[in-house]
């Protein structure tokens, strides 16, 4: 077991997770694999992520971003090979090649909005329907790569199919009051990760790129049945107490 690290130099597991967005599964199973290991823990066995841990961290997902497996990326770290500032500065440009894509794709929306005014009742709401379809693929485009969204156009059916029934049981559960941590309600949560695996191939990645986007986006929770009473029930399901 790893030496006990200050309290005030490292952060548990849960608190790395909050922050930073990485799932508590993701980086157990970092650790698992041997890709990142928390270099302490409490005397209980909680584990502890320092400064170093945490660089290591970004590091990772930068790579990943970079279009990197993770085996790839475990090579690139274990050689030495990595330029932290090239990572950076990579990483950077490809935010900004993203964000140019989205600047060009509002100012077509804004022109077609001007260009809609004053339409009628029909065309209003063929407007809407236009626009929630182009704010879906905005958003799908921050998300995931070209690659991986044709992944999802080919799994939609089958994921909602594997998805949706897991979802409606959750919600389910928490009408009826089940206590999130209840092991039949982690039962479901484990259901629903497996779902989720699923629609992705075991592409660790992806999964949590799907996470990612169920996380922040309202409307995708929307688009599948995740209310927000559901969203912070799940919140409690995976509030991992820090081992």
């Given at each position: 077991m790893a030496?006990?690290?200050?309290p005030?130099?490292?952060?548990?597991?849960?608190?790395?997770?909050?922050?930073?967005?990485v799932?508590v599964?993701?980086?157990h199973y970092?650790?698992e694999?041997g890709?990142?290991?928390?270099?302490?823990?409490?005397?209980?066995?909680?584990?502890?992520?320092?400064?170093?841990?945490?660089?290591?961290?970004?590091?990772?997902?930068?790579?990943?971003?970079?279009g990197?497996?993770l085996s790839?990326?475990?090579?690139?770290?274990s050689?030495?090979s990595?330029?932290?500032?090239?990572?950076v500065?990579?990483?950077?440009?490809?935010?900004?090649?993203?964000?140019?894509?989205?600047e060009?794709?509002?100012?077509?929306?804004r022109?077609?909005a001007r260009q809609?005014?004053?339409?009628?009742?029909?065309?209003?709401?063929?407007t809407e329907?236009l626009?929630?379809?182009l704010?879906l693929?905005?958003?799908?485009e921050?998300y995931?790569t070209?690659?991986?969204?044709?992944?999802?156009e080919a799994h939609?059916?089958?994921g909602?199919?594997?998805v949706t029934p897991v979802i409606?049981?959750?919600?389910?559960a928490r009408?009826?009051?089940?206590?999130?941590?209840d092991?039949?309600a982690?039962?479901?949560?484990?259901?629903?990760?497996?779902?989720?695996e699923?629609?992705s191939?075991?592409?660790?990645?992806?999964?949590?790129?799907?996470?990612?986007l169920?996380?922040?986006?309202?409307?995708?929770?929307?688009?599948?049945?995740i209310?927000e009473?559901?969203?912070?029930?799940?919140g409690s399901?995976v509030?991992?107490p820090?081992?």
């Amino acid at each position: 077991m790893a030496n006990p690290v200050e309290p005030k130099a490292a952060l548990k597991v849960a608190a790395v997770a909050r922050r930073t967005g990485v799932s508590v599964r993701t980086l157990h199973y970092y650790e698992e694999i041997g890709l990142l290991k928390p270099s302490g823990r409490t005397r209980s066995g909680h584990r502890l992520y320092t400064p170093a841990d945490i660089q290591r961290l970004q590091q990772i997902r930068s790579l990943q971003q970079l279009g990197l497996s993770l085996s790839a990326v475990a090579d690139c770290l274990s050689d030495g090979s990595v330029d932290a500032r090239q990572v950076v500065a990579d990483h950077l440009a490809k935010i900004e090649a993203q964000r140019r894509d989205l600047e060009r794709l509002s100012v077509q929306l804004r022109k077609l909005a001007r260009q809609l005014e004053g339409g009628s009742p029909d065309d209003a709401q063929t407007t809407e329907t236009l626009l929630s379809a182009l704010e879906l693929i905005t958003m799908y485009e921050k998300y995931f790569t070209p690659a991986q969204q044709k992944r999802l156009e080919a799994h939609a059916q089958s994921g909602d199919e594997v998805v949706t029934p897991v979802i409606q049981e959750l919600e389910a559960a928490r009408q009826r009051g089940l206590p999130p941590r209840d092991p039949e309600a982690q039962r479901l949560w484990q259901r629903f990760q497996e779902a989720v695996e699923s629609v992705s191939d075991g592409d660790s990645d992806m999964t949590q790129r799907i996470f990612k986007l169920l996380h922040d986006e309202k409307k995708a929770r929307e688009d599948h049945g995740i209310s927000e009473e559901l969203f912070a029930y799940l919140g409690s399901m995976v509030d991992d107490p820090g081992h």
